[in-house]
């Protein structure tokens, strides 16, 4: 039975065409009596609460309007049950996470949580990843007073309060739902009847086990990125393109958003469990009961499993933050080894170049007019002056535009920096002269120094 219903039910979001005729699932049981379950087909067919020991209905998440702009049920499924304004306000903003508790006429308590969790897509992670989200309603009424075999050491134990038990879950996950009807096909189902926070640590083991599970793939995504990046380390000495070319940058910042998303699921889930321990710390009845003892300290227990499965999960986030920051710097010393490469080349070019340089300057020299063949020898130009008037004041003039041009990196031989010194309005040059004065400075106050030490002694 619980497997057919989860069937119906499935993991997956439904679609609009799913929506507009979504199944409602109702289950119910008595004292002294066998689990009983109806599926509805509308919220027409639902009938009001009717003081059941225990009352469940599965319904649909969101939506009081499907494709054809008809109502699909949903504000029946509200009026019908008295849900909280606050719930369906919480539902029509978008509200993600939230606990919340109100009192009701009669003595009527109601408590609701909203849950959110992203899905990463681990076969297609370019694609935009899943959402789950449901939600949680669970009222009671004080039945009677009764007393509850060993609840106490002790031959007397204290009365306690019994409950009508009304819960309604929205598109809840399939551990969830699998989990609520196996507790109640139980023969624990009563503890729910005398504390039912019980059916709120339910609700809560199985969004753990549902978000570990999601933590454990966001985590096993990132492990590939990092095994990925690494091997791109490793390859670094080659200059080939495909050692960046097909790195999916893409990918890799989408798994970290998935971290993000996963740390707030977390943290929500965090504050929720401590709402509802502090709630359930003060609905405690006297002493607390035996059912009460063990509820509290299951709720406490599932903090601490959230939190386990947070500082993985942040643990994980540190190391994407690491892959996206090595992706880059990989990036970048293959762009650095390519132009070492290319510079390489210019550096061979230009040593060949400087091999030939004097031959070719010869040539030129010999190739001008200021040189003539004659039968015997060769005569030179009387006006050959001019050709060096006019060169070495040239080179001259280019040498000092580069020595301009250069900062502290250039270093003369011989201490020849004092024929062409930098200007003063480089910075360099400032560099320079405030570290002159410095070291005046300094040595002059050694010698004051000195000279005080001297008239001390």
Same mark, same amino acid.
């Given at each position: 039975?619980?497997?057919?219903?989860?069937?119906?039910?499935?993991?997956?979001?439904?679609?609009?065409?799913?929506?507009?005729?979504?199944?409602?699932?109702?289950?119910?049981?008595?004292?002294?009596?066998?689990?009983?379950?109806?599926?509805?087909?509308?919220?027409?067919?639902?009938?009001?609460?009717?003081?059941?020991?225990?009352?469940?209905?599965?319904?649909?998440?969101?939506?009081?309007?499907?494709?054809s702009?008809?109502?699909?049920?949903?504000?029946?499924?509200?009026?019908?049950?008295?849900?909280?304004?606050?719930?369906?306000?919480?539902?029509?903003?978008?509200?993600?996470?939230?606990?919340?508790?109100?009192?009701?006429?009669?003595?009527?308590?109601?408590?609701?949580?909203?849950?959110?969790?992203?899905?990463?897509?681990?076969?297609?992670?370019?694609?935009?990843?899943?959402?789950?989200?449901?939600?949680?309603?669970?009222?009671?009424?004080?039945?009677?007073?009764?007393?509850?075999?060993?609840?106490?050491?002790?031959?007397?134990?204290e009365?306690?309060?019994e409950?009508?038990?009304?819960?309604?879950?929205?598109?809840?996950?399939?551990?969830?739902?699998?989990?609520l009807?196996?507790?109640?096909?139980s023969?624990?189902?009563?503890?729910?009847?005398?504390?039912?926070?019980?059916?709120?640590?339910?609700?809560l083991?199985?969004?753990?086990?549902?978000?570990?599970?999601?933590?454990? *793939?966001?985590?096993? #995504?990132?492990?590939?990125? /990092?095994?990925?990046?690494?091997? %791109?380390? !490793?390859?670094?000495? $080659?200059? +080939?393109?495909?050692?960046?070319?097909?790195?999916?940058?893409?990918?890799?910042?989408?798994?970290?958003?998935?971290?993000?998303?996963?740390?707030?699921?977390?943290?929500?889930?965090?504050?929720?469990v401590?709402?509802?321990?502090?709630?359930?710390?003060?609905?405690?009845?006297?002493?607390?009961?035996k059912?009460?003892?063990? *509820?509290?300290?299951? #709720?406490?227990?599932?903090? /601490?499993?959230?939190?386990?499965? %947070?500082? !993985?999960?942040?643990? $994980?986030? +540190?190391?994407?933050?690491?892959t996206?920051?090595?992706a880059?710097?990989?990036?970048?010393?293959?762009?650095?080894?390519?132009?070492?490469?290319?510079?390489?080349?210019?550096?061979?070019i230009?040593?060949?170049?400087?091999?030939?340089?004097?031959?070719?300057?010869?040539?030129?020299?010999?190739?001008?007019?200021?040189?003539?063949?004659?039968?015997?020898?060769?005569?030179?130009?009387?006006?050959?002056?001019?050709?060096?008037?006019?060169?070495?004041?040239?080179?001259?003039?280019?040498?000092?535009?580069?020595?301009?041009?250069?900062?502290?990196?250039?270093?003369?031989?011989?201490?020849?920096?004092e024929?062409?010194?930098?200007?003063?309005?480089?910075?360099?040059?400032?560099k320079?002269?405030?570290?002159?004065?410095?070291?005046?400075?300094?040595?002059?106050?050694?010698?004051?120094?000195?000279?005080?030490?001297?008239?001390?002694?």
């Amino acid at each position: 039975m619980s497997s057919t219903a989860a069937q119906q039910l499935g993991e997956r979001q439904p679609g609009p065409s799913q929506q507009a005729q979504p199944p409602y699932h109702r289950i119910w049981r008595q004292h002294g009596e066998t689990l009983k379950r109806t599926t509805f087909t509308s919220a027409g067919q639902l009938r009001p609460w009717d003081a059941k020991d225990f009352d469940m209905i599965v319904a649909p998440l969101d939506g009081t309007r499907n494709d054809s702009g008809t109502d699909n049920g949903y504000q029946t499924l509200v009026n019908l049950y008295e849900i909280p304004d606050e719930f369906v306000w919480e539902r029509e903003q978008s509200v993600t996470h939230s606990f919340g508790r109100r009192i009701g006429d009669g003595g009527r308590m109601m408590l609701w949580m909203h849950f959110l969790v992203e899905i990463p897509r681990t076969e297609t992670p370019e694609r935009q990843p899943d959402w789950l989200k449901w939600g949680f309603l669970l009222s009671w009424r004080p039945k009677v007073q009764a007393r509850i075999p060993d609840c106490h050491a002790g031959p007397s134990p204290e009365p306690v309060t019994e409950y009508t038990i009304e819960l309604i879950v929205f598109q809840p996950p399939i551990d969830t739902f699998k989990r609520l009807f196996d507790f109640v096909r139980s023969a624990h189902w009563t503890d729910a009847t005398f504390d039912p926070y019980v059916l709120v640590d339910i609700a809560l083991v199985s969004w753990y086990h549902r978000i570990d599970r999601v933590a454990w *793939t966001v985590t096993e #995504l990132i492990r590939k990125d /990092e095994v990925d990046i690494f091997e %791109r380390a !490793r390859m670094l000495p $080659s200059i +080939a393109d495909s050692t960046v070319t097909d790195l999916d940058l893409h990918r890799i910042h989408t798994n970290a958003k998935n971290a993000i998303f996963m740390i707030e699921a977390l943290d929500a889930a965090i504050r929720i469990v401590d709402l509802a321990l502090s709630d359930h710390e003060l609905s405690g009845q006297g002493g607390g009961g035996k059912v009460w003892q063990n *509820t509290h300290l299951l #709720l406490q227990h599932r903090r /601490e499993l959230f939190h386990s499965t %947070r500082l !993985r999960t942040v643990s $994980s986030q +540190a190391r994407i933050k690491n892959t996206v920051d090595l992706a880059f710097h990989i990036n970048t010393a293959h762009d650095s080894r390519v132009n070492l490469a290319n510079s390489k080349s210019v550096r061979l070019i230009s040593i060949v170049g400087l091999v030939f340089l004097p031959f070719s300057t010869i040539t030129s020299i010999f190739g001008t007019q200021f040189f003539t063949s004659g039968d015997q020898h060769m005569s030179v130009n009387p006006d050959f002056w001019l050709l060096w008037l006019i060169a070495v004041p040239v080179t001259l003039l280019i040498l000092g535009v580069w020595r301009a041009g250069e900062r502290d990196t250039l270093k003369w031989p011989f201490g020849s920096a004092e024929l062409l010194p930098l200007p003063s309005w480089r910075p360099a040059a400032r560099k320079g002269a405030g570290a002159t004065s410095r070291g005046t400075a300094i040595l002059a106050d050694g010698i004051e120094l000195r000279n005080m030490e001297a008239q001390i002694v």
